[in-house]
């Protein structure tokens, strides 16, 4: 980068940075959403906490600055908006650095910090790992048994299950001899890539998406044996896709060959749950069991199980690019590692 260019991102990181959005692709309703977020945020920074003139710019922002931003907005907003505008700011942040037109990215140590706090609900439902494998077992429907297991061993959200792609899944024995998979999972077998994009409205691998994906980061997630196992299955009679981008899950009955998609997900999750008594109407959240739900489950057995925070944050998606090139170089290999010791059985 040329210091013309560094000195413009200074002088106007917003347009900047909105602009590189551009180029990448990302829809005029994602470069809106930044936008607002970007701009709320600036003028935030004018004043300071006893509203008086702070005059501060985007590049002087500290993290205490990112935190008081932050704690500014609850009250105002419910948790999940509260997270997707952390989100977005450490996006900006995490590109600016990136690029050079910023030192350092101060909303690092704050998405670090709020992910402490993930899934400790004490009034959430608490379902043991073998009543999960008696639920398990009643799915009989390859396709429901194949997203629900996808869901409960990856941790993985409704969104970014609907939004894989035949090319995310490599397997070691793999029926499919039309599939190319993606570059970064060249030589990992049995792993599931996801990526941090698309968003929601996003033109990508040739097909819109209509859900959108949350991740700091682009993960590689290992597939253990029994995953595998019930993937291949599924593999074998799957409909053949009607999207170019050949989605991995589709659907077997009115959207025959097209791409499942989150209403489809929940459906499927609270049909099965009221069969098995962990769904009631006007119950909420804490107590039935839905796809989110089992984001919930994996997190909580898999870090019990390990006693590893890092590693299920990293799963999880929750830890950026900045974050964990802090952690050791061969953390692929960690991880997998780690999973596959203390990865629960499902029975399957």
Same mark, same amino acid.
């Not at 400790?120 to 799915?139: G, H, L, Y």
């Not at 700091?216 to 597939?223: E, L």
């Given at each position: ?8 991102? *200074? #002088? +106007?990181?917003? /347009?900047?940075?909105?602009? %590189?959005? !551009?180029?990448?692709?990302? $829809? ?82 704050? *998405? #670090? +910090?709020?992910? /402490?706090?993930?899934?400790? %609900?004490? !009034?959430?439902?608490?379902? $043991? ?220």
């Amino acid at each position: 980068m040329s210091v013309a260019d560094t000195d413009e991102a *200074v #002088e +106007e990181p917003i /347009e900047y940075f909105l602009q %590189d959005l !551009a180029y990448q692709g990302k $829809s005029d309703r994602t470069r809106a959403a930044y936008e607002r977020v970007l701009d709320d945020f600036e003028q935030f920074l004018q004043r300071d906490v006893d509203g008086n003139d702070a005059s501060l710019s985007l590049s002087e922002a500290t993290h205490r600055d990112c935190m008081a931003y932050v704690h500014s907005l609850r009250g105002d907003v419910g948790d999940s908006t509260v997270a997707t505008y952390a989100s977005y700011l450490h996006r900006f942040y995490a590109y600016m650095t990136q690029v050079g037109a910023f030192e350092s990215n101060p909303m690092g140590l704050v *998405v #670090e +910090e709020m992910s /402490e706090t993930i899934e400790t %609900d004490p !009034a959430r439902r608490d379902v $043991s790992i073998p009543e999960m494998r008696s639920f398990v077992e009643t799915i009989g429907h390859p396709l429901d048994r194949a997203a629900i297991v996808t869901l409960l061993k990856t941790g993985i959200r409704a969104g970014e299950l609907c939004n894989l792609d035949q090319r995310d899944l490599h397997l070691a024995d793999d029926p499919r001899s039309d599939v190319t998979v993606r570059p970064q999972l060249d030589g990992r077998p049995d792993s599931l890539y996801v990526a941090a994009e698309p968003s929601r409205g996003d033109q990508t691998n040739h097909e819109t998406r209509e859900a959108s994906n949350k991740r700091q980061r682009d993960t590689v997630i290992p597939i253990d044996d029994e995953l595998a196992r019930v993937l291949r299955r599924w593999l074998a009679v799957r409909p053949d896709p009607v999207s170019p981008a050949k989605p991995l899950f589709t659907g077997t009955r009115d959207n025959w060959g097209r791409r499942i998609t989150t209403n489809m997900v929940h459906h499927t999750v609270e049909l099965h749950a009221r069969e098995h008594g962990w769904y009631h109407d006007g119950a909420g959240a804490a107590n039935n069991v839905t796809p989110h739900y089992f984001r919930h489950f994996f997190t909580t057995h898999l870090r019990d199980r390990t006693g590893d925070r890092g590693i299920v944050k990293y799963l999880r998606g929750d830890v950026a690019q900045d974050i964990i090139d802090t952690y050791t170089h061969d953390w692929g290999d960690r991880v997998r590692q780690v999973y596959e010791r203390h990865i629960y059985r499902l029975g399957v």
